[in-house]
């Protein structure tokens, strides 16, 4: 069964620091990204960054670049989204999704692309 568990939020600071995780099973990540979105309530969907199977694929937005980096471990099955210097704007709930196109920027629409979903893990960030 294919399944992604997200781990990790919580409550923090503006300036503190959060590591996601997202635990993987029933695939394996060779060849295959993992996306990390966050999505307030009512808002839009925003992807932040992608953990593609090698570095070259690999990217993160511009709005988290250099705050917030992303990782898999030695063992295969997790992916981390470490994330510095937190701002209020960060705080919304957090996603990892298989990306089948392992991380690949394409602007030709991919139905199907983000085919499995994690639960979510809730950041937030106050003063």
């Known amino acids: 069964q294919v399944q992604l568990v997200e781990s990790g939020g919580g409550l923090v600071q503006p300036g503190g620091s959060l590591r996601l995780s997202c635990t993987v099973s029933g695939f394996s990540l060779n060849s295959i990204g993992i996306a990390w979105f966050r999505q307030a309530p009512g808002g839009e969907r925003e992807e932040i960054a992608c953990s593609g199977s090698t570095d070259r694929t690999t990217w993160l937005k511009d709005s988290v670049l250099g705050r917030f980096t992303t990782s898999r471990d030695s063992a295969g099955n997790t992916v981390y989204l470490q994330m510095t210097n937190l701002k209020t704007e960060d705080a919304t709930t957090y996603y990892c999704?298989?990306?089948?196109?392992?991380?690949?920027?394409?602007?030709?629409?991919?139905?199907?692309?983000?085919?499995?979903w994690g639960q979510g893990t809730q950041v937030t960030v106050f003063s």
């Open positions: 999704a298989r990306d089948q196109m392992d991380c690949i920027v394409t602007t030709s629409p991919m139905p199907h692309r983000f085919d499995k």
